[in-house]
């Protein structure tokens, strides 16, 4: 009878569930019980095709789940409830994994590359940008059935969610913005196209109010805002010299706007190719200053709080993470946390950092005043870190 | 065996394990499985010393939690893990209550007379405001053990939580605040004391990033800003002319600070005892605007993305809601949702809006951008209602 009972109870225990292996595998100490999932998080494993996830509280993982395909350039998604993630893998695959019983629970090819997705406001669209074969396709997020198609005759790059089941994305090859609203009839959407945008976006950023979609530029200086609360939303060109500066300097990666912050009306910014983080006041787009740092930045991430911003940098100084003081916008300390680090995320009220540490194959923890590690976790060439606090934020 | 086995099963299950009574109990429709708890809220039913658990996906009640005192001026926080929340009673009770079991898992009765309380940045410590016997005392938050007692020979009022493990408080007796820093002994805290802050606070917020503290008098007009980022920080006088205009004006009720809202650089903030919302210059302090409604404001309350912002009123025009546009400071929209409206709760990314209409018994949740009523939760008597990303932010 005892271990009828057990049977029955493995039915019903989320953690324990995949425990004997299959798709997802319990690591040691997995908890096999009800739990709260606000201090979850998900780590991309790139190399492996797998995600860890990882408890906040306990500083610990609790499962990994494999399957995923390329997760060479990979991003994710929460739903409302903080339960599923939404995994945009680089070979248009999507995948929906449940955290907490550690099962990767559908997975659709959609596309032949992609390059990232977002979540409708109301948590019932996820939306994936297309290089292959373009444009947007949307899909029902408790189905993954195919909802909408939206070709645009181009690549599409920076999707992003806005209020009122909206999204919102740039096209590579014709320069345009597409608004897409689905609150009517998410099937068909309403869409808004603007033009002149200027040539070929690469990535764009939509600030947390959802108001304001800002577009790098590959083909051109500058960088081009829209204020989507504007009838009709226009294109407006600011900070004319950002981007590449000369057509040989070396640029060991283009800085994902992501990587942009903004504290109070400042913009903090990494500047391309140089060893710069640049300035910027939000209200005019003018530049307001520059700190010099060690290396090219790829991340300048505001601590929660806007006191502090911490900067990664890419290869060959990506063992490297600098603190700006917000403030005096003077470098306040220069950390050696690990090789490779590729992302930093902070604990959604800014107590911790952790950060992938993708060469020694960790996540690495650190007290975000006293700069002390406060932990590892083993992870196979983790990337990025999304805590579930992300399901509530407008604009990812 | 089946039943030995169902009994087992009950004791693992989370919302089925009260289902049978006792403290918790389960309301129809309960679903026995695990899940996930960023979508989760409750809601305070102040006559009854109860509380609703509610689901913000089903639009739906779950359970009620009964036996946590008097509830007449209760406010509460979330664990980070959001599965527990933490109510304050006025009663000076401290109740800590699973959202996921629906049990009343502790509760301390540790003051006279209280007024409210914050959880720790790293969400182990959870502070009480009290009025008898004054000062605060914080407790573990696993535990509810007494942490630290910190008497201040006066009242206290608008407690909130700063980064690093520090708790902010005014107190009224005195005209102080006082800044609690416990990272380095949690018994101990390292205090902080700015005097001269004003003749009898009466209510206290914090913005966001922690770094603003601002301060309502009952004993003279005007409020004081504290700049925690300031070394020392010292007080500032703002709006010299807010607070009540005349000694005969009735005011039927003193707006909570909590009911201003930070909207981009501008202030929106009830007037006292006036049909009308103010704004201010968040840099200056400096009234610019004033905007007529519909009676005497008590919250005023920003949608998440910040374009319109909601206002509901003190007796007798508590059973109307005003929608402000954000842009043009004009009324757009006034609603009759229900009678008695005292509270109003944004879903994160504003999609809805959840009103408690005390003297209909029931919750009311509004779509954000048509107006139209998207469902009622029967309640009874329900006030403040508290959505589990709360768990996530600073300064509540």
Redesign the interface.
Same mark, same amino acid.
């Given at each position: %009878?005892i271990r &009828?009972?057990l049977s /029955?109870?493995a039915l019903?225990? *989320?953690l324990a569930a995949h425990a004997q292996g299959g798709v997802g595998s319990a690591l040691p100490g997995t908890a096999a019980? &009800? @739990? #709260? !999932?606000?201090?979850?998080g998900v780590v991309i494993e790139r190399a492996t095709g797998s995600v860890l996830v990882v408890d906040?509280?306990d500083r610990a993982a609790l499962c990994r789940v494999e399957g995923l395909g390329d997760l060479s350039h990979a991003s994710l998604t929460?739903?409302? =409830?903080?339960?599923?993630a939404y995994v945009f893998g680089r070979d248009g695959g999507l995948s929906k994994v449940d955290i907490?019983?550690c099962t990767l629970e559908n997975r659709v090819v959609q596309a032949g590359n992609a390059i990232g997705g977002a979540i409708s =406001?109301? $948590?019932k669209l996820v939306a994936v940008s297309n290089y292959e074969p373009g444009g947007v396709k949307v899909f029902d997020a408790d189905t993954l059935e195919q909802v909408a198609d939206i070709p645009m005759g181009s690549k599409t790059v920076g999707l992003a969610?806005a *209020?009122?089941s909206r999204f919102v994305v740039a096209t590579w090859d014709t320069g345009e913005v597409w608004v897409l609203d689905h609150?009517a009839d998410p099937a068909d959407p309403q869409v808004t196209q603007v033009k002149g945008v200027g040539a070929n976006p690469y990535d764009a950023l939509m600030t947390s =109010? #959802? @108001?304001t979609y800002i577009v790098g530029l590959f083909g051109e200086k500058g960088l081009t805002t829209i204020d989507l609360?504007a009838d009709p939303p226009r294109p407006r060109r600011i900070l004319p010299d950002y981007g590449k500066n000369q057509p040989d300097l070396p640029v060991y990666k283009m800085p994902h706007l992501q990587g942009w912050t903004l504290a109070g009306?400042t913009y903090a910014l990494p500047a391309v190719g140089l060893h710069q983080v640049l300035w910027a006041d939000a209200a005019s787009g003018a530049e307001t200053g520059r700190t010099d740092v060690a290396g090219q930045p790829v991340f300048v991430t505001a601590r *929660? =709080? $806007? @006191?502090e911003l911490w900067v990664n940098f890419a290869t060959p100084d990506n063992g490297t993470v600098q603190v700006i003081d917000g %403030?005096t916008r003077e470098v306040k300390q220069t950390l050696q946390p690990g090789k490779g680090i590729l992302h930093m995320e902070f604990? *959604?009220? $800014?107590?911790e950092v952790w950060l992938s540490a993708r060469d020694d194959d960790k996540v690495v923890i650190l007290d975000t @005043?006293t700069y002390e590690k406060l932990g590892e976790i083993e992870a196979r060439a983790p990337s990025g870190i999304f805590f !579930?606090?992300r /399901?509530?934020? !407008?604009g990812l």
């Open positions: %009878m &009828a009972c /029955a109870l019903v225990l *989320p019980e &009800a @739990r #709260g !999932t606000g201090d979850l906040q509280s929460f739903s409302p =409830d903080e339960r599923f907490l019983t =406001d109301d $948590g969610d *209020p009122g609150s =109010d #959802g @108001r609360w009306s *929660p =709080d $806007g @006191r %403030m604990t *959604p009220r $800014g107590r @005043r !579930t606090t /399901a509530h934020r !407008t």
